[in-house]
């Protein structure tokens, strides 16, 4: 089975860090260049989804049972939401990074 999520943002947007610090065109792209690099998940077990995407293959816990339907939509979205914020903090570098050479 395979999901796709494309308002990441509304899933994870209290969350998400990232807004304040990069530009919304620079997360945009980011999270464009995610959802094509990490597609979509698998169940693995009833309580465990595992990323789709080559070279990735993320296993994440999911909660089962009442209340916890979308547990596997919910834990994928972190999982891209977590891949945005490391392109982000590679496109854009922390300010502490550059004082480094002072
Ligand atoms: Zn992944």
Redesign the pocket.
Known sequence: MSIEITDLTALVGDTAGFELTAPAEAVTAAIRQVEA??PG?SHSYSTEIR???WG???FMEIKVGKGHNNAAAEAFAV??AE?VDALLAEWFPAPEDEDLGN
């Open positions: 690099e990490h998940y990323c789709n995407a990735c293959g993320r999982h891209r891949r």
